[in-house]
């Protein structure tokens, strides 16, 4: 945003009166009166401040009423500040957030080319708020907010003062009609913040199903329910979550067709066997609990009531792999230095 200049210092002449100053410059032949003039309008234009909409201005506030507030600015009249455009909240009396006397920066939404100067303090308030929404967003912070409208295509949400939009394909649960969440606060992501645009999107899927991907641990055995069955595999419901129980996870023998071995509504255990926070992904795995390969395709029950001890078998062999890698990195490393 541009600055705008800060205002001249004034010159004080010391004359009797411009009557005095004009019958002097009468009896001075040599002298160009009508010149002398044209060069006093050319300096007061000089020491004349001009603002621009977008110039941040600094200024005193010296009257409040109903209407807002009006504004020293050192410019050749006052700028007026609507009670609107006080802060970012809503605000029903202006003298409830400011004062005569209160010396601050205000932003110009409308320069003096426009008709009278009008400034905001409410758009200084939003310029932080998009930095700070920007930031969140960098940092996949999860956002609690109430949805406060809805339209055909999903939820309003009031973010600080911001109006945001979350899509109904975003919700991580289907409701009958997007109506009844207004007044619900839930858990949010921000996947674009523009302020250019005036454009906030938010997923609450995002939100949900990260905090749940995080808490699951590689090795957890947990139920859930088919949700669907693809030809790659078959996605797991567990419960606000869903995880993907690929086709060359399901058991040590070949499974040509998913749907010979899983159906929509099955109840089944599995294996968590990897897991993304920022995406919200988790692997699944029902290969490492199969007690002898292909119980899954001769007996699931079998598998699924053996699930807890294959899983405590299968972290146990994790864990002597990782101590056998890590003593031959350290007997690797003793022969090293012994050579040297």
């Given at each position: ?18 009557e ?26 000089d ?54 006397g ?9 320069g003096e ?16 708020v998009?930095e700070r ?5 960098a ?17 309003l ?37 523009d ?15 990260s905090?749940?991907?995080?808490s ?11 949700m ?48 993304d ?5 988790v692997?699944?795995c029902t ?20 699930a ?13 792999a990782?101590?056998?890698a890590?003593e ?7 022969e090293?230095n012994?050579?040297?």
């Amino acid at each position: 945003m541009r600055h705008a200049k800060a205002a001249p210092q004034r010159l004080v002449c010391s004359v009797a009166s411009l009557e005095n100053v004009d019958a002097q410059m009468d009896q001075d032949d040599s002298f160009d009166k009508d010149a002398a003039y044209r060069r006093f309008e050319e300096l007061l234009g000089d020491a004349d401040v001009s603002f621009n909409q977008g110039d941040k201005i600094t200024g005193t506030i010296f009257r409040v009423d109903n209407k807002g507030a009006f504004v020293d600015v050192g410019g050749k009249s006052a700028a007026f500040c609507p009670t609107s455009e006080l802060s970012l909240s809503p605000v029903s009396k202006a003298s409830d957030v400011v004062s005569e006397g209160t010396v601050r920066e205000f932003y110009v939404i409308r320069g003096e080319g426009y008709g009278d100067l009008t400034v905001s303090i409410r758009q200084l308030e939003l310029e932080v708020v998009w930095e700070r929404l920007k930031e969140m967003m960098a940092e996949e912070t999860t956002i609690t907010a109430p949805v406060v409208a809805v339209n055909r295509g999903g939820v309003l949400v009031d973010v600080n003062s911001i109006r945001a939009f979350c899509p109904g394909s975003q919700l991580s649960r289907r409701v009958p009609n997007f109506e009844q969440l207004i007044g619900t606060e839930m858990e949010f992501k921000i996947i674009e913040a523009d302020p250019e645009k005036n454009r906030l999107m938010l997923s609450n899927k995002r939100a949900v199903t990260s905090d749940a991907a995080a808490s699951y641990n590689v090795g957890d055995v947990v139920k859930g329910t088919v949700m669907s069955v693809k030809p790659y595999g078959a996605f797991i419901d567990l419960g606000g979550i869903s995880g993907l129980l690929h086709i060359s996870q399901i058991s040590h023998d070949r499974v040509m067709d998913v749907e010979k071995v899983l159906a929509v509504g099955d109840e089944i255990k599995v294996m968590v066997l990897s897991q993304d926070q920022k995406r919200g992904r988790v692997g699944l795995c029902t290969k490492k609990l199969e007690p002898t390969p292909g119980d899954m395709l001769r007996d699931p029950a079998l598998v699924y009531d053996k699930a807890e001890e294959m899983a405590e078998l299968f972290k146990k062999r994790v864990e002597a792999a990782e101590a056998a890698a890590l003593e031959g990195d350290d007997a690797s490393s003793n022969e090293e230095n012994q050579e040297a």
